[in-house]
């Protein structure tokens, strides 16, 4: 095999060893899967080693299998450094900036930031992949990801934004109707609206399984549900701090809340990044120190409204809930 098929066909190979599926892989490559197995095959063959272990319905890598990824993993994002390095004017601001954030995160800052960023530096373009798939910045198109998580990999720059906390909240009609849960465990005899495939809320000293009516996977809706005083809700607080403050919703189980979480902005270690991505930057990082410098996003108002919440809720963990 000539050496510019051979490196054809270990391109085709560490798809295939990255999904563990030639119909996916044959999919992602635009190729067919006949076409696909006969090239690995060949490598095979030509390397004079089994790569990939087949059955019906699975593929596996053999152990000179994952050699082979290894060291195609590691020339994949070389490749995909200097298709960066060398797309990138680094003198003006100007290019595509891409990026991969959660949807929520999207919503509630992202676009945002971006449009106000954009009216300083009109010649950047800046595309958001918005999902909560945690795609691979060494290998994946991306310049920067916004992501939940305390441990960001060793292999990327991580600069922590934004803490967060889960919180539960209601509407006051809900409230008054069914009245407030005084520990975790009360939450069993409330109607708690669910993200789907979600039935257990962590708290500061246990998780607890909830039930309820209504399960959706998308926590916008689920907050509307809340605010129609259809039950109780557990979401980041960041999704419903107008709310908060407006006292439209309520804050129950305050003193149960579990620790913080970050949201992290994350990139790839580049020796000369473009002078469009070393701005952004900057102004993400500016945007969060400037308006939420010890992660106070709740107004005063809605701070006192949370102190009473917490009072209340002691009051009737100590005395009994005089409303049920």
Same mark, same amino acid.
């Given at each position: 095999?000539?050496?510019? &098929?051979k490196l054809?066909?270990?391109m +085709?190979f560490?798809?295939?060893? /990255?999904r563990l599926? !030639?119909?996916?892989?044959?999919?992602?490559?635009g190729?067919?899967r006949?076409?696909?197995?006969?090239?690995? &095959?060949?490598?095979e063959?030509?390397?004079?080693?089994?790569?990939?272990?087949?059955?019906?319905?699975? *593929?596996?890598?053999t152990?000179? %299998?994952?050699?082979?990824h290894?060291?195609?993993?590691?020339m994949?994002r070389?490749? +995909? %450094?200097?298709?960066?390095?060398?797309?990138?004017?680094?003198?003006?601001?100007a290019?595509?900036?891409?990026?991969?954030?959660?949807?929520l995160f999207?919503?509630?800052?992202?676009?945002d930031?971006?449009?106000?960023?954009q009216r300083?530096?009109p010649e950047v373009?800046?595309?958001?992949?918005?999902?909560?798939?945690?795609?691979?910045l060494?290998?994946?198109?991306?310049?920067?990801? !916004?992501? @939940?998580? #305390?441990?960001?990999?060793d292999?990327?720059? @991580?600069?922590?934004?934004?803490a967060?906390?889960?919180?539960c909240?209601?509407?006051?009609a809900y409230?008054?109707?069914?009245?407030r849960?005084?520990?975790?465990?009360a939450? &069993?005899?409330? #109607?708690c609206l669910?993200?789907? $495939?979600?039935g257990?809320?962590a708290?500061?000293?246990?998780?607890?399984?909830?039930?309820?009516?209504?399960?959706?996977n998308?926590?916008?809706?689920?907050?509307?549900e809340?605010?129609r %005083?259809? $039950?109780?809700?557990?979401?980041?607080?960041?999704?419903?701090?107008?709310?908060?403050?407006?006292g439209?919703l309520?804050? *129950?189980?305050?003193d149960h809340?579990p620790a913080p979480?970050t949201?992290q902005l994350?990139?790839?270690?580049?020796?000369?990044?473009?002078?469009?991505l070393k701005?952004f930057?900057?102004?993400?990082?500016a945007h969060f120190? /400037?308006?939420?410098?010890?992660?106070?996003?709740?107004a005063?108002a @809605?701070?006192?409204r949370r +102190? %009473?919440?917490?009072?209340r809720?002691?009051?009737r963990?100590?005395? $009994?809930?005089?409303?049920?």
């Open positions: 095999m000539r050496e510019h &098929k054809e066909s270990l +085709l560490s798809e295939v060893a /990255t599926s !030639f119909t996916q892989a044959a999919e992602a490559l190729i067919s006949g076409y696909l197995s006969e090239q690995i &095959k060949r490598l063959e030509a390397l004079g080693t089994a790569l990939l272990i087949r059955s019906t319905r699975h *593929v596996r890598l152990e000179d %299998g994952t050699r082979v290894e060291e195609m993993r590691g994949r070389s490749l +995909l %450094g200097l298709e960066r390095s060398l797309a990138q004017d680094h003198d003006s601001l290019g595509q900036i891409r990026l991969t954030a959660p949807a999207t919503e509630r800052f992202l676009v930031i971006v449009k106000a960023f300083r530096h373009s800046i595309a958001i992949d918005c999902s909560y798939t945690r795609h691979d060494t290998l994946a198109d991306f310049d920067l990801a !916004f992501r @939940a998580t #305390h441990r960001p990999p292999t990327l720059v @991580a600069r922590p934004l934004l967060y906390r889960h919180i909240c209601a509407a006051p409230l008054a109707a069914c009245g849960p005084a520990a975790p465990a939450l &069993k005899a409330h #109607h669910t993200w789907s $495939g979600a257990d809320w708290f500061s000293s246990a998780s607890v399984a909830v039930e309820g009516r209504l399960a959706i998308d926590h916008r809706l689920l907050k509307r809340c605010l %005083g259809a $039950g109780i809700i557990r979401v980041a607080d960041y999704l419903v701090e107008q709310e908060l403050a407006e439209a309520e804050e *129950v189980l305050a809340r979480q949201i994350m990139y790839p270690r580049l020796s000369h990044p473009p002078e469009r701005a930057i900057a102004f993400i990082e120190a /400037t308006r939420y410098p010890q992660n106070d996003r709740l005063d @809605a701070h006192r +102190l %009473g919440a917490v009072e809720d002691r009051e963990a100590r005395h $009994g809930d005089p409303e049920k």
